[in-house]
């Protein structure tokens, strides 16, 4: 069984263009995700995804390995699913999407999602941490049962607490591990409803009822959405120890 991580990334992100691409300490978030990911102990390989020639020249430049995939994805799922057809992946082989707007991203995060996966008997599972933080449009918020299935995903603060003040929401990590099978699955499925909406891609996944579980971690990685994510992960980065491992 490979394990294989695929980093889609985009230079027309309508939040923070061509925020791939922005450096911290000289280096593009793209690489950074890039690098982060390398040092995944379980997983064999890592590429970047996108049809960007701007972001194929720096993967170049920094070494790192990437497949051009088509400009016409809805969304990276689309993308890594295009990835994984070109690589031959095999039905039991493992996909790590991870999003490549992750500079803090903790490889021991993906490992323990991976380990997650093989664990249990979901389709599909993504992470989940806790946080306080309320109306925040960019974060995803996961409703997740007692069984640890995820039964819905909103932009909106999930639960809302009508009756009960709601301490804590759980929010969506940027690591998706997916089976070959399920991928697949999932590519074949037409836009849906909500996800529409919500621009939520995995909404996909829950309205056709395929099975998606969650682990939770205990992490301070958050995706760079907008200029203010992006000054805070500078911050972040200045004194961050896993940077050490492959800025050395």
């Given amino acids: 069984m490979k394990k294989i991580i695929l980093i889609p990334t985009r230079i027309n992100s309508k939040r923070l263009p061509a925020k791939a691409l922005l450096e911290i300490e000289k280096i593009p978030i793209i690489i950074h995700t890039y690098k ?4 995944s102990k379980l997983a064999d390989d890592v590429f970047v995804c996108t049809d960007s020639l701007e972001i194929i020249k720096i993967c170049k430049k920094f070494s790192a390995n990437y497949i051009k995939t088509s400009s016409k994805h809805n969304n990276g799922t689309e993308r890594i699913g295009e990835a994984a057809n070109k690589l031959k992946l095999k039905a039991k082989d493992l996909i790590i999407d991870v999003q490549g707007d992750e500079p803090l991203i903790n490889p021991k995060d993906i490992d323990k999602t991976i380990f997650f996966f093989m664990k249990n008997k979901f389709d599909i599972v993504v992470p989940n941490i806790r946080f306080k933080f309320k109306n ?16 819905w995903m909103s932009r909106s603060d999930i ?5 009960e003040k709601v301490r804590y929401f759980n929010k969506h990590l940027s690591i998706i591990v997916f089976n070959r099978k399920s991928l697949i699955a999932y590519t074949k499925l037409k836009k849906s409803k909500f996800e529409k909406i919500e621009s939520i891609e995995l909404l996909r996944a829950l309205e056709n009822e395929i099975l998606i579980g969650s682990n939770s971690i205990n992490s301070s990685s958050f995706s760079v959405d907008v200029i203010e994510d992006y000054h805070k992960a500078k911050k972040y980065l200045k004194n961050e ?5 492959y800025l050395m």
């Fill in 36 to 39: 982060r990911a390398k040092l």
């Fill in 136 to 151: 925040n449009m960019n974060v995803v918020k996961l409703i997740i049962n007692d069984k640890k299935r995820i039964l």
């Fill in 241 to 245: 120890k896993i940077k050490k491992k």
């Fill in 159 to 163: 639960p809302y607490g009508f009756n």
